[in-house]
């Protein structure tokens, strides 16, 4: 029979109890994606081991020549290892106090060990999230529960901790006699340590009285939203998948754009780790500056993921350094600096040390250079200049507007431009090139990345690297160990 | 295995779980994407999405209210993500537009798939703020916090979806009256 029906009415009958399936191969695609994400979570921490391991081999490279003193490595351990093992005992004194709050007349454990181990899970939450007190919060009552389920008196347990808390600091005050101003380090930490986690306490005390009033407006306008419109509210689950959104977005770790193109200038100073000279070693001890040269190219990144990058590109390297304290003369080809390859092939100028040409014995077959008279300070010049192909992981630490990465890999240098020339005052002369250098080397980079997104898009660069040059010549005896610092900018376009 | 115990499994990433709480709730979903899509196809992209986006976020529920509301609701979120941002085109503002339609019909005389047909039809946002409103109960200020739209503008887009329906549900009345 025909009747007047709203169109509401009548869709919302129709659609009352409607369910439908879908295709049977969905789910076999869900799985797939699921799969897929899983395969993708295990790359990047093979990617970053990679990384960290490219550190690591930079780190030990260049450590043998850095850090030769042997006393800042005993040192530093000791520093660093004791403070936190007083701390952690310390700390087991604080929750067996909490839990005398919390809980009348019985604190226990089935053994020391273990309260211990949940207690130390309780001190790493506090450090980590001093804003989250609920994660405190949770932690605290897992002590408590624990300590329910076996049941050994309060005093026993506090006996135990405070034992161990006494040899423990015992201990230490063993390891740190020696040395009162460690001791005294130690028990100011303590004390900084001991009152943060009061301040944490407090804060869980506090999140816990605030926790429940924000349901109760909620509850209240849900009310008026039901006398208002007649239906139900779902403000509260909305609130809810929004929250859980801003999880997901933030557990969701693939990048917005994949790629990057930046094409970067930079000054670079080049210079050695060590003294010793790539030209000859009778320079070694002769002052050395390093110049400020001009690097500049083109790096393009592939975003793994919003944290790790891989990045390679082309760049074009400018390095250049001078030598000091020397004389200029002219002689024959064969007393000339054999690292020097000469353009000319009859008298050259030849560089040596200075007062090595007053001394000469004339009757030496090599004696017989004679010293060129100058208006200035002689000084010898290397000009390198290298096409250098990097490839490097960027792994970002701040990902915000304002972006902080540290980086890490290796460049292969192709020799371009090598030039060895001398100039003393109005007085300039190409001599030729070196003849040691590598064609093909090869560097280890690291450095600290800092940017600033002016869009999704845009990004600006500023990036402090150290490189460090693997194998720059043919020549192994040669103890020159050059390395290149140098400030790279550009404007990153994402796409 | 209980609903509890399959939720638990399904946080601990366990596939068999996983595939059962599918099952248990593809079809109550699948409802759901066909309700707010604009055909079966996208209707079954939006479903994979959703229990992609269930499963991911399955460790935050909590056990507050049901679980197949939380799940109803994470669907419409992941399907509203992909069609609230396209604009539907306003070219007919002066004309009058009724608070309510009704029409002269027998009862089951349309058939529900081509009431279906004709929602999915609808643009974008005419069938999201229909569906909303009509089919899943949301009121004119929910839809417009989630649809980022003003209350007034989800009433005019009400109002149009149900035009247009009318017209559609009238016209198939007719053509089927005849035969």
Same mark, same amino acid.
């Given at each position: 029979?025909k ?14 109890n ?14 797939a994606?699921?799969?897929?994400k ?5 790359i ?20 043998? #020549?850095?850090?030769?003193?042997p ?14 093992k007083?701390?952690s005992?310390?700390?087991?004194? /604080? ?6 709050v ?9 053994? =020391? ?14 450090s ?8 405190v919060?949770?932690?605290k009552?897992?002590?408590?529960s624990?300590?329910k ?5 309060k005093?026993?347990?506090?006996q135990?901790l ?6 423990i ?8 006699k020696g040395? $009162? ?8 930490q303590? /004390?900084?340590?001991?009152?943060e986690?009061?301040?944490?306490v407090?804060a869980?005390?506090v ?6 009033t924000?349901?109760n407006p ?5 009310k ?9 509210? %779902? ?8 929250e ?5 977005a =933030? ?11 930046? +094409? ?7 210079? #050695? ?5 790539? %030209? ?6 002769? +002052?050395?500056n ?9 790096? @393009? ?6 944290r ?19 004389? *200029? ?5 064969? @007393?000339? $600096? ?7 092939r009859?008298? @050259?100028? /030849?560089?040596v ?5 007053v001394?000469?014995n004339s ?5 017989n250079?004679?010293?060129? #008279?100058?208006?200035?300070?002689? *000084?010898l010049?290397?000009?390198? #200049? ?6 490097e992981?960027?792994?970002?630490l ?7 990465? @540290? ?12 030039e060895v ?5 109005d ?8 003849s ?7 560097? $280890?980079n690291?450095?600290l ?13 500023i990036?402090?690297m ?7 010549? $043919?020549?192994?005896?040669v ?17 | ?7 638990? &499994? ?5 596939l068999?779980?996983?595939?059962e709480? !599918? ?15 604009? &055909? ?23 056990g ?12 419409? &979120? ?10 539907v085109?306003?070219?007919s ?14 009862? &089951?005389?349309v058939?529900?798939?081509?009431l ?12 999201l703020v229909?569906?909303? !409103?009509?089919?899943?109960? !949301? ?32 016209d198939y !009345? ?6």
């Amino acid at each position: 029979m025909k009747k007047k029906k709203n169109i509401d009415k009548l869709f919302k009958e129709r659609f009352k109890n409607f369910e439908a399936n879908p295709s049977p191969d969905i789910w076999n695609k869900i799985q797939a994606k699921l799969k897929e994400k899983d395969d993708r979570k295990v790359i990047p921490l093979w990617i970053k081991l990679g990384g960290v391991a490219a550190l690591f081999a930079l780190i030990f490279t260049i450590g043998n #020549s850095l850090l030769n003193a042997p006393l800042n490595k005993i040192k530093a351990p000791i520093v660093n290892e004791n403070p936190a093992k007083i701390n952690s005992e310390s700390y087991n004194n /604080i929750i067996v106090a909490n839990n005398d709050v919390i809980q009348d007349e019985i604190v226990s454990t089935e053994d =020391k060990n273990e309260i211990k181990t949940t207690n130390e899970v309780l001190i790493k939450k506090p450090s980590n999230t001093t804003n989250n007190s609920n994660g405190v919060y949770s932690s605290k009552i897992t002590v408590v529960s624990n300590n329910k389920n076996s049941r050994v008196s309060k005093k026993q347990a506090q006996q135990h901790l405070i034992q161990d808390s006494k040899a423990i600091i015992k201990g230490q005050e063993a390891v740190a006699k020696g040395n $009162t101003n460690l001791a005294d380090k130690t028990k100011d930490q303590l /004390i900084n340590k001991n009152s943060e986690i009061n301040k944490n306490v407090e804060a869980v005390a506090v999140n816990e009285n605030v926790k429940d009033t924000p349901e109760n407006p909620s509850s209240t306008e849900k009310k008026e939203v039901v006398k208002e419109e007649n239906k139900k509210s %779902i403000f509260d689950a909305i609130n809810e998948t929004s929250e859980e959104q801003v999880v997901i977005a =933030k557990l969701d770790n693939t990048p917005d754009n994949r790629w990057e193109v930046t +094409p970067n200038v930079a000054p670079v100073y080049y210079n #050695s780790l060590n003294e010793g000279s790539s %030209i000859d070693p009778s320079f070694s001890d002769n +002052p050395k500056n390093g110049e400020l040269n001009i690097a500049y190219g083109i790096k @393009v990144s592939y975003n793994l993921n919003k944290r790790l990058s891989m990045r390679s590109g082309l760049s074009n390297v400018n390095l250049s350094y001078s030598t000091t304290g020397l004389d *200029l003369g002219t002689g024959p080809l064969a @007393v000339s $600096t054999a690292s020097i390859e000469y353009f000319s092939r009859n008298n @050259v100028t /030849i560089v040596v040390d200075k007062g090595a040409l007053v001394n000469q014995n004339s009757d030496d077959p090599f004696g017989n250079i004679t010293p060129k #008279s100058t208006n200035g300070e002689p *000084l010898l010049n290397q000009k390198i #200049s290298y096409y250098e192909m990097p490839l490097e992981l960027n792994y970002t630490l701040v990902n915000k507007n304002f972006g902080i990465s @540290v980086i890490g890999g290796f460049s292969t240098l192709l020799l371009a431009i090598n030039e060895v020339s001398v100039e003393a005052g109005d007085f300039n002369e190409v001599l030729g090139k070196a003849s040691n250098l590598s064609p093909l080397s090869f560097t $280890t980079n690291v450095g600290l990345g800092l940017n600033y997104s002016f869009s999704k898009k845009l990004m600006f660069n500023i990036e402090p690297m150290f490189k460090y040059q693997l194998n720059p010549y $043919t020549d192994s005896s040669v103890n020159f160990k050059p390395y290149y610092l140098g400030i790279y900018s550009g404007l990153s376009f994402k796409f | 295995m209980t609903l509890e115990e399959l939720i638990l &499994n399904c946080k601990n990433q366990d596939l068999k779980a996983q595939e059962e709480l !599918y099952k248990k709730f593809s079809g109550i979903l699948f409802s759901v994407c066909l309700k707010y899509s604009p &055909n079966y196809h996208e209707a079954e992209d939006n479903l994979q999405d959703a229990f992609i986006t269930i499963f991911n976020r399955i460790e935050q529920f909590k056990g507050k209210g049901s679980f197949e509301g939380w799940m109803k609701r994470v669907t419409v &979120n992941t399907v509203l993500q992909k069609y609230r941002k396209q604009r539907v085109f306003n070219l007919s503002n002066e004309e009058q537009l009724e608070e309510e339609a009704v029409i002269e019909i027998e009862d &089951n005389a349309v058939p529900l798939d081509f009431l279906l047909k004709i929602v999915q039809e609808l643009p974008d946002r005419y069938r999201l703020v229909f569906t909303m !409103y009509v089919l899943d109960d !949301y009121t004119h200020k929910e839809i417009s916090e989630i649809v980022g739209i003003s209350v007034g503008t989800s009433k005019s887009n009400l109002a149009r979806a149900r035009g247009i329906l009318k017209i559609k549900v009238e016209d198939y !009345y007719k053509i089927n009256q005849l035969k």
